[in-house]
């Protein structure tokens, strides 16, 4: 396992730790006091605890080398990761909904509160920590599994954050006017705490699904390699028909060069080198693959649009092209009566 990888499983571990741990905390003080909209943080914790999980393991699939029967090797296990992960979180959000309805149909006193605003803050301060830490390996390694469990917990430090306002303003409520009910403050902040869920859920699952139907990279990526390749004009006389896709961290490039004819096969295969070296070195998980052509000015109309040749010289050309197409193309008269001239 390579330097990244290990730093990618080791930043999952301590995810799946810190979410055991808060889910340990919010049960016990939940029952204590009878807050459902806690409750549901623990219920939020447990599915980010199954994310960190998932994303665990498939950073450590994903970074696997290309073998026989995954040749273009084990990427999209972290966008399947990011999937799985994006319906576990409706599926919480909904349940937390459920419940926060019996609650308001059946309202309960929350005791003692003062315990509710405590863990929602450590809560949120050690989820802050985490997915910073999340954030930055996830980042630096384009890991989509780790920056996937890093919304999870970024998630959960605001509605943290939520439920702890929720519990303050029903202890200051008690403290002001002990004979107003509050107590419907706790169902409506999981309520809202829901919402959030389900939104975060919402950007996951279209963040994931796009590279596992092999979405184009963005359009300044695309841009940059364009730039860089017209920047090696005139060896290269046009760059076109690119298609690019991403799954997990690796990036797939391939795209049709075309070439002075009279470069040799050396001459136009270090050309091909020295542009795949320049765009690993901008994108190094990438895997590029050129398909050389030579050109004569004879453009097809895909070679034209990202032709680079000035558009003075090329029609200058043309009419050469043409004159020297038609020649070849022209039947031979003097065969053609010959042999119909032949006895049979």
Not at 99 to 127: C, D, R, Y
Not at 228 to 255: E, L, N, W
Not at 317 to 330: D, G, N, R, S, Y
């Amino acid at each position: 396992m390579n330097e990244l990888a290990k730093k990618k499983t080791s930043v999952a571990i301590l995810s799946v730790l810190s979410n055991s741990g808060l889910i340990i905390l919010k049960i016990i003080v939940g029952l204590l006091i009878g807050s459902v909209s806690i409750l549901s943080e623990a219920i939020h914790s447990a599915i980010d605890l199954l994310a960190a999980i998932i994303a665990f393991f498939a950073v450590r699939t994903s970074s696997k080398e290309a073998d026989e029967h995954h040749p273009y090797g084990h990427g999209k296990y972290e966008n399947i990761s990011g999937t799985i992960e994006a319906v576990l979180i409706f599926v919480a959000a909904i349940w937390i909904i459920y419940e926060a309805v019996h609650k308001f149909l059946k309202p309960g006193v929350v005791q003692t509160p003062v315990w509710g605003v405590a863990v929602m803050f450590i809560s949120a301060a050690v989820n802050i920590v985490v997915s910073k830490r999340l954030f930055k390996v996830g980042k630096e390694t384009d890991s989509v599994a780790l920056q996937a469990d890093a919304w999870h917990l970024r998630t959960d430090v605001y509605t943290s954050l939520g439920v702890m306002l929720g519990m303050a303003a029903i202890l200051i409520g008690r403290l002001v006017s002990p004979s107003t009910d509050l107590n419907w403050i706790d169902p409506t902040v999981a309520v809202l705490v829901a919402v959030m869920i389900m939104y975060a859920a919402y950007n996951l699952t279209r963040e994931s699904a796009r590279d596992l139907l092999d979405v184009s990279l963005p359009a300044e990526d695309i841009q940059w390699i364009h730039d860089y390749v017209a920047s090696i004009s005139p060896p290269v006389r046009s760059i076109h028909k690119m298609r690019t896709r991403k799954a997990g961290s690796q990036q797939f490039i391939d795209f049709h060069l075309t070439v002075d004819e009279t470069m040799t096969v050396a001459e136009s295969h270090a050309l091909g080198d020295e542009i795949c070296i320049a765009i690993k070195e901008r994108f190094p998980n990438a895997n590029v693959q050129i398909h050389i052509e030579p050109c004569a000015l004879e453009c097809a109309d895909s070679c034209v649009a990202g032709c680079l040749v000035d558009p003075a010289e090329r029609l200058a050309v043309l009419p050469q092209v043409i004159e020297a197409t038609e020649t070849k193309e022209a039947p031979d008269e003097t065969n053609t009566i010959a042999a119909s001239t032949e006895p049979d």
